[in-house]
């Protein structure tokens, strides 16, 4: 009989600890990061259409989007996109010649492709304190701050940092 209270000890103590990590993992999930499922192809090849990925909403709380950090903003349609940043609050971005300009220098990136369509960035674009510019990576086939539709985005639109590829599962990873 103490072999088999044992057991049932066991079982229950593994059943217990289960389901603490489950519900940490749930609370974790959903107090401080957000999915959301990519659609489009404008950010090929960093992510593409179907994929399920996180998004960090505590990461600009505390401090401000980097350059080329990939964030999930909203637009003022309240749709959610994703897209790259390129330009930060005081900078003045100009495309030309199918190449990101920022304060006058060539910003150096193998992440954007060439951009044959410079719209409003054709002319140099002053980001004010809380702004920013985004792109992109899969810059002819994006929507983004080139655009009137979508023009720079504050930082209150930002609603976080995308971070790690949940699926599809062989694409399991961090982004960068």
Do not use: C
């Amino acid at each position: 009989m103490t072999e088999h209270n044992n057991f049932i000890r066991y079982a229950v103590h593994y059943v217990t600890n289960f389901i603490i990590v489950i519900s940490l993992a749930w609370f974790i999930v959903h107090s401080f990061l957000a999915t959301e499922s990519v659609s489009g192809h404008s950010m090929e090849p960093a992510i593409s259409a179907g994929d399920l990925v996180l998004v960090d909403t505590l990461a600009y709380k505390f401090s401000a989007p980097k350059r080329m950090d990939i964030i999930v903003f909203q637009r003022s349609d309240s749709t959610e996109n994703i897209k790259r940043v390129v330009g930060l609050p005081g900078e003045t971005v100009v495309i030309q010649n199918g190449h990101i300009y920022i304060d006058g220098k060539l910003l150096e990136s193998d992440k954007i492709s060439d951009i044959s369509l410079a719209g409003i960035a054709e002319n140099p674009v002053e980001l004010m304190a809380d702004e920013y510019f985004l792109i992109g990576d899969n810059a002819d086939s994006s929507e983004d701050s080139r655009f009137v539709n979508v023009g720079n985005v504050k930082k209150s639109q930002i609603i976080g940092k995308v971070w790690f590829r949940i699926l599809p599962i062989n694409k399991f990873s961090f982004i960068h």
